[in-house]
């Protein structure tokens, strides 16, 4: 429940980037990013579960890189660029665009990427069954992307060592993880695809 | 629910300063990742009337190599920590000791700093840090001062920072960059836990001799502290098997744990015997292969 007797004063303005749009929102010094995603701007695809940061299922990515959302202060993001599960597909359509812009030549040999409307990651999640419950899932698919990003950005694979330890703060109580990292595993070798080799 | 506070995010160090020093009750925030979890648990008392970030505190963020010594900003996340080339080429044992803590989304928020500062017992950076003869920057209302690492842990939770005081930087001498460094860990999971007991050790060798040693626990006391006993069992002989138990049953004997929930008292000083057993084993066998 907001706090209605709370004097305006202790609004903050805060501008930043969730999901490719520019957000600009009044928030109280405590107000979480999780809070912010979820209650201000309705994102409820980024779960609320152990709010202290030992779950990972309000893992976002913050200028592409992994944090739990439920231990950051909004106004702690002011000029940040937020990712949410909402805004993967979108993200992984401007990677391509750019890509495209970049190579007149597509990659040779380059499967389909998806259907659009779902990242590779997610896409890999639905054809393993990545996903039980689905409570981790968001966080899980968040986290494989910024695990993803980083490791085909300097031009390796990912072992599948590389992808637990990139999991190891997303805890899962239904599959016992080995689909989840075929998932990633499938995932990552269609974004190498899709992408052609790295400069 | 977190109780509401007001939000500072200022942008030098002095006014950082200025601000903790004009409201007892605000405190300064690096990565969060401690301070958000204490915050939503009213067993700590009332929470504070301010969080002062320290987010856009530039200086604080820098990894600066002087001809002596190696000079990380207080607000240097691990994942920096991490993939830094000159400290995973000068200091192996930091990355090592960070990818023991949290899991990658907290390594991108959590800060040297903040480790040191929180002052918790079983953190993993002091130990590694105090057997690097580490040093640390407060700055403050006064004069800027430097302390050595040991003398700013003074209990659980309790640093030597003053009120209107933040820790700038740690600075890691370029000797320490010779010596055979390892940082051992007795934990239930790899990820996302913290030390049941934690031992780091230093040696600096000379052919089979034992030159110089450091060696420091973590979770076995109130403080992360150092073991001049064992360190001088070791100094000047040879790193048999006599010499590596004698120094082990030292570091036991030094241990003051606590029984909670993560361990009894006993078992701790058990574990930090076979710890440090382990790590002088380790850098023995180390030599051996390297021979």
């Known amino acids: ?199 | 629910m977190r109780p509401p506070f007001a939000y500072h995010r200022p942008a030098t160090l002095a006014e950082a300063c200025g601000l903790l020093a004009a409201d007892p009750r605000a405190v300064a925030m690096a990565g969060g990742t401690d301070l958000m979890v204490h915050l939503r648990q009213p067993w700590r008392g009332r929470g504070p009337s301010a969080v002062v970030s320290l987010r856009r505190l530039d200086d604080l963020q820098r990894i600066d190599a002087t001809d002596d010594a190696l000079r990380l900003g207080a607000c240097v996340n691990l994942s920096t920590v991490i993939d830094h080339p000159l400290i995973q080429r000068a200091y192996p044992v930091l990355p090592r000791a960070a990818r023991y803590m949290g899991s990658p989304a907290i390594r991108n928020l959590a800060t040297v700093g903040g480790n040191l500062c929180n002052a918790s017992p079983a953190a993993d950076l002091p130990p590694v840090l105090l057997v690097l003869d580490a040093e640390v920057g407060i700055a403050g209302g006064g004069a800027p001062r430097r302390l050595a690492l040991a003398e700013f842990f003074r209990g659980p939770g309790r640093s030597a920072l003053m009120p209107g005081e933040l820790l700038a930087w740690i600075e890691i001498p370029r000797r320490a960059a010779d010596w055979v460094v390892r940082y051992e860990r007795l934990d239930v999971r790899r990820a996302m836990d913290i030390a049941i007991a934690g031992a780091a050790l230093a040696l600096r060798l000379e052919g089979s001799r034992v030159v110089d040693a450091r060696i420091a626990l973590c979770a076995v006391a109130p403080t992360p502290c150092r073991v001049p006993e064992a360190e001088r069992a070791l100094i000047d002989g040879r790193l048999d098997e006599a010499g590596i138990g004698r120094a082990a049953r030292l570091a036991r004997q030094a241990a003051r744990p606590i029984d909670d929930v993560r361990a009894s008292a006993p078992y701790r000083m058990a574990m930090v015997e076979t710890l440090v057993r382990r790590g002088l084993d380790e850098i023995a066998h180390g030599r051996r292969r390297a021979a």
């Open chain 1, 1 to 199: 429940m907001p706090d209605q007797s709370r004097p305006a004063l202790d609004q903050y303005p805060l501008t930043l980037t969730v999901n490719g749009r520019s957000v600009r929102r009044d928030v109280p010094g405590e107000r979480t990013l999780l809070e912010l995603l979820r209650e201000d701007l309705r994102l409820i695809g980024t779960n609320l579960a152990c709010d202290s940061g030992d779950c990972g299922a309000c893992t976002v990515l913050v200028d592409g890189r992994p944090q739990t959302a439920c231990l950051v202060l909004a106004l702690d993001l002011e000029g940040c660029e937020v990712t949410t599960v909402e805004g993967l597909a979108a993200r992984w359509r401007r990677q391509l665009d750019r890509d495209a812009a970049g190579d007149p030549a597509p990659p040779r040999g380059a499967p389909a990427a998806g259907p659009a409307s779902l990242h590779p990651v997610q896409q890999g999640f639905l054809e393993e069954g990545g996903a039980q419950c689905g409570f981790c899932t968001a966080g899980m698919v968040v986290a494989a992307v910024g695990l993803l990003e980083e490791c085909l950005g300097a031009g390796r694979p990912p072992t599948e060592a590389d992808i637990r330890a990139g999991l190891e703060g997303n805890l899962c109580r239904c599959t016992g993880y080995v689909k989840i990292v075929r998932a990633v595993q499938v995932a990552a070798e269609r974004m190498r695809a899709a992408r052609g080799p790295t400069p």
